[in-house]
């Protein structure tokens, strides 16, 4: 038995018969080479245990974390629980503890990357470094490896094992950047030279920039920029306490979007990563959230799911008190296209690499600003022709992929990383008909 | 705890290190979370550990654990200081440390009540007291409710011979109702989004009286569902106070962090469109733009004893009559630009590598005030408290939504206006800075969500504000 499940079955000892309860235990590592000016400045890792706590007691629901868990702390720490639901009101919403079920057979870990050394890191850095010689390089390679156990009172048991390794950076001129990310379960998978090829390429061809006048344009998305749409979509739409409480602009069985757009989770993808089963101990599934333009389902946890009349799908996250279930293994369907088809189907338009610093103005409306970086070109007559400074756009992102709007897709879905973070959306290159960009980055 | 903490120093310099430094963190939180009467979550959360730091050369490790033993401290220096021999794969150029004095001290927040020993069912009946009188107004669908409580206790030890305890309490929450159109949601927040923190006890939470305010939020979130756009235009804007703070924080508190100038964040936060050269002639602002980090001010939320570097918190100009004269800095990045180092490093909790971060980076006070300025201004518009925020990657360019504003009409407030924005490039809107509130009006605005550094940490930091006018702002910007 791993030590995540000793922790799960020492909490659930020590809660009893005294109330429901479901403990999330995890243990592990997380490590991250950061550099900066082409040299290693900043260099962490950290190892520790962590266990989540919530206990119903007749309805009454309280919650609790810690990272020490020594035995005489975890009996203080699960009657500090007890202690607080007894004081608390009853939860008319509390919808009970998952019932026992199965969670697929899925593992995404990598022995060699959960014990994945210093120097592994620093050779991956070394070699994004040294692919972009002349050019100041800055980034990360992160490893991280954890053991996950969930139990309840109820007797649902489930245990995962997850890594990620991840490799991201820019490399810069003097006046611009270029980006380059992979991320995977397996270290061995990530090739810094590659990435940082990418990444030096961007940066020499965007070296010379000029300012486009603000307006519409057609727009070539990189996958960086269509994995901020989709965890957008995802956190702000398809989110059932978001639906649930009017916020959201899903309207399920409609067609919503262009009916090139299929969007669904799936923790079972083999290029997924995380555990089968969610922070209530509900396994995960497969969820198609749109099919060719159909909004279809949204995610739930179990209280969500409750007051919607429909089964939690596995999507409940720490925090979902707040902000609701958010499905985290997000694909967005590609299509034949080489990113250079893609382009050149394009008369007049702006290729994106990434967006940043996006912030939502109205979620019912999906109405998003934000600004391009790391690359930013224009296109005209179906090729590349010259780098554009960043431009801010303020933009509805459900208007931007609805019907008709998606002109192509491309055939390179990979993981990208996101205003939220790498390592939760697999998405391609997108051709979108119309983007609004309302102004130049520096005036 | 200090002696596990000097463990993890004297692990780090056997191993071979030039310099260590260790925190020994022991840190609670309470978050209380209401909708519609009914609490949504209540939690209760306790993180205890080591972090320690390791130089050797021209490169730096760290590494935490959260198992506190003698054993496991000193194991955790040797493995900082194995990191940092790895970082040398990739090495810079060598490090120098900035002095400081070297001290041993103790420093506690003032606070009359202690927030953790509150009763609970008090936290909880204030906020399911505001959401019903929220929910009372009709039109509001959702009334929400925060309250939230660290207790942080810090033991540094540096192998220079520091040796710091200090315990910071922190108090904040707020409320917001939010009301629902056919294609639109409406929302007002009080004391402002996200609520208000400061450094202290419970008694920050009975100051704001949040139940004498949560009527009119509900009201006004309601009146917004039919309240006209604001129209894009160029016109004299005039901003609320905690509105004012976050643009101080993200166009100002951001462009001036040492780290950023240096380029240490180029990847992810991203670089300031500020040049050391430049220091001490660079026009930032108009003549009434005069801003301070000072981590000395009580109450503030960014206030603390010393850094997680060692160094005494203080008092640094910033900009001094709208000219650029100061940075945020710590010992190494001082060292680099030449300057004192500001005493501005702190990491967030045990397992995180202490970094610049904002202290109380915020205006001096003006000697107007709000129904001057109002009175003041012919043609113009008044924005109140934050809704979204967006800024580029050099801190210039930004685009800000508030929740509400007011079309302002020969010195009267006139219509509400909703969905209003306004967008403009740094210095050029500092300087066009022309009227600010004075002391009567002027808060020391606490953020608790500032986000910066890989693993991403969590600050919080303070910006005194008040209204303030500035002139020909491009306002009303929509998709």
Not at chain 2, 142 to 163: C, E, M, P
Request: proline share 4%; aromatic share 8%.
């Amino acid at each position: 038995m791993s030590r995540a499940s000793q922790l799960t079955e020492q909490v659930l000892d020590l809660v009893g018969d005294r109330a429901e309860a479901e403990v999330v235990a995890s243990t592990g590592n997380l490590a991250l080479t950061r550099f900066a000016n082409s040299f290693i400045h900043q260099n962490v890792a950290e190892v520790g245990e962590a266990v989540s706590l919530r206990v119903a007691v007749d309805g009454r629901v309280a919650s609790a974390k810690t990272t020490t868990t020594g035995s005489e702390t975890l009996a203080a720490f699960v009657d500090g629980a007890l202690e607080t639901a007894a004081l608390q009101p009853v939860d008319e919403d509390w919808p009970g503890l998952a019932p026992p079920r199965a969670v697929p057979d899925v593992v995404h870990a990598d022995d060699a990357t959960y014990d994945a050394s210093p120097q592994a890191r620093a050779a991956i850095v070394k070699d994004f470094v040294d692919s972009g010689p002349g050019m100041l390089a800055a980034g990360y390679c992160q490893t991280e490896g954890r053991s996950i156990a969930f139990a309840n009172s109820a007797g649902q048991a489930a245990e995962g094992r997850q890594t990620n390794a991840i490799v991201d950076g820019i490399h810069q001129t003097a006046t611009s950047a270029g980006t380059g990310h992979a991320a995977s379960a397996a270290i061995g998978d990530l090739d810094g030279a590659v990435i940082g090829r990418i990444a030096a390429q961007r940066a020499i061809d965007s070296a010379t920039p000029f300012d486009a006048k603000p307006g519409e344009y057609e727009v070539i998305l990189a996958p960086e920029a269509v994995g901020t749409i989709a965890i957008f979509l995802a956190f702000y739409g398809f989110n059932g306490k978001m639906l649930e409480e009017g916020q959201s602009f899903v309207d399920l069985g409609t067609k919503q979007f262009d009916e090139r757009f299929r969007f669904w989770d799936d923790v079972t993808d083999p290029r997924a990563l995380g555990v089968p089963f969610d922070t209530e101990g509900t396994p995960k599934r497969r969820l198609e959230l749109v099919e060719d333009g159909v909004t279809r389902a949204v995610a739930h946890n179990r209280k969500t799911a409750k007051k919607a009349g429909v089964e939690p799908n596995g999507n409940n996250v720490p925090g979902a008190e707040g902000w609701g279930p958010i499905p985290t293994n997000l694909f967005i369907g590609g299509g034949d296209k080489t990113v250079g088809d893609l382009i050149a189907d394009v008369e007049r338009g702006i290729y994106v690499s990434t967006f940043n610093y996006c912030r939502i103005l109205d979620p019912k409306t999906m109405v998003v600003t934000g600004l391009t970086r790391n690359g930013t070109f224009m296109i005209e007559n179906g090729r590349i022709t010259d780098a554009v400074t960043n431009m801010r756009f303020t933009q509805s992102f459900v208007d931007a992929l609805g019907d008709g709007k998606i002109l192509g897709l491309g055939d390179d879905a990979r993981f990208a990383d996101s205003e939220f973070g790498p390592g939760i959306t697999i998405v391609p290159t997108m051709h979108l008909g119309s983007w609004n960009f309302t102004g130049g980055a520096e005036g | 705890m200090f002696e596990y903490a000097t463990a993890a120093v004297e692990g780090a310099l056997a191993a071979g290190a030039t310099y260590a430094d260790a925190r020994a963190v022991v840190s609670k939180q309470e978050s209380i979370d209401v909708q519609n009467q009914a609490v949504r979550s209540l939690d209760r959360t306790e993180q205890a550990g080591i972090g320690v730091r390791a130089l050797i050369g021209s490169s730096w490790g760290f590494f935490a654990t959260a198992d506190i033993s003698r054993r496991s401290a000193a194991a955790a220096g040797e493995r900082a200081a194995e990191i940092a021999r790895a970082s040398a794969i990739v090495p810079g150029d060598p490090i120098e440390f900035a002095d400081v004095d070297v001290v041993r001290d103790t420093y506690e927040t003032p606070f009359v009540e202690d927030p953790l020993t509150i009763p609970l069912s008090e936290k909880v009946d204030l906020l399911i007291g505001v959401t019903k009188t929220m929910q009372g107004v009709d039109g509001i669908a959702i009334a929400t409710g925060n309250l939230t409580f660290y207790d942080t206790n810090k033991w540094f030890v540096s192998s220079q011979g520091h040796r710091i305890h200090q315990h910071l309490v922190e108090s904040g929450g707020g409320f917001d109702a939010t009301a629902l159109g056919e294609r639109e949601s409406q929302r007002r927040s009080y004391p402002q989004s996200f609520g208000q923190y400061e450094t202290g006890g419970y008694e920050v939470i009975r100051k704001w009286d949040f139940a004498a305010n949560a009527g009119r939020v509900a009201e006004e979130a309601v009146a917004l569902l039919t309240a006209d756009e604001l129209d894009e235009r160029e016109t004299d804007l005039i901003l609320e106070g905690s509105q004012l703070a976050l643009q101080i924080h993200e166009s100002v508190g951001h462009a001036i962090e040492l780290d950023r100038i240096l380029g240490w964040e180029a990847a992810f936060a991203g670089t300031s469109h500020l040049q050391l050269p430049k220091l001490g002639s660079f026009r930032f602002g108009s003549d009434l733009m005069n801003i301070t980090a000072d981590a000395t001010l009580p109450g503030a939320l960014g206030t603390f004893g010393y850094d997680d570097e060692g160094t005494k918190a203080q008092r640094v100009p910033i900009v001094d009559h709208g000219t650029w004269v100061g940075v945020l800095s710590g010992r190494d990045s001082a060292a680099i630009a030449g300057l004192p180092p500001g005493g501005m490093v702190r990491g967030d909790g045990y397992n995180r590598l202490p970094m610049v971060r904002m202290t109380n980076v915020g205006l001096l006070p003006g000697d107007s005030s709000l129904d001057e300025i109002i009175a003041d201004t012919k043609d113009g518009v008044y924005m109140a408290t934050n809704r979204s925020w967006s800024i580029d990657d050099k801190r210039l360019n930004f685009q800000f939504g508030t929740e509400i504003a007011w079309e302002i009409k020969n010195g009267k407030r006139g219509r509400m206006l909703k969905n209003p924005t306004y967008t403009g490039i740094g210095p050029v809107f500092w300087g066009s800075l022309d009227r600010l509130a004075g002391d009567d009006e002027w808060i020391h605005w606490g953020t608790p969500n500032c986000g910066k550094g890989q693993p991403i940490q969590v600050a919080h930091t303070g910006h005194s504000a008040g209204p303030g006018r500035f002139k020909n702002v491009r306002v009303g910007v929509r998709g």
